[in-house]
Nanobody, 115 residues
């Protein structure tokens, strides 16, 4: 198990911005995908943004044009810049890494959008 440590969540106003960070505490080999998912109360976990094997980012429809995922391959880190936040973005955000040998999840970081 390679722990993933997330940071950067918190409270933002509608229209505001937050930046999430995720770093692996150990070296991860064979990364197939790396990115972010979120889960709002009473809802299923959904894709936010993820890098696939060819390093192209995929975004969930609800965040396209507002969120940007970036990555530092050398550090096995991934970031999520969230702009134009709205109430529907309120959720726990999870970092995820998939390898041929398993799927790893961070502990989650809360993002709350509120006046």
């Amino acid at each position: 198990q390679v722990p993933l440590v997330e940071s950067g969540g918190g409270l933002a106003q509608p229209g505001g911005s937050l930046r999430l960070s995720c770093a692996a505490t150990g070296r991860i080999s064979g990364i197939k995908t790396m990115g972010w998912y979120r889960q709002a109360p009473g809802k299923e976990r959904e894709l936010v943004a993820v890098f696939t094997g060819d390093s192209r980012p995929n975004y969930g429809d609800s965040v396209k044009g507002r969120f940007t995922i970036s990555r530092n391959k050398a550090r096995d880190s991934v970031y999520l810049q969230m702009n134009s936040l709205n109430y529907e973005d309120t959720a726990v955000y999870y970092c995820n890494v998939n390898t041929p040998w398993g799927s790893y999840w961070g502990q989650g970081t809360q993002v709350t959008v509120s006046q």
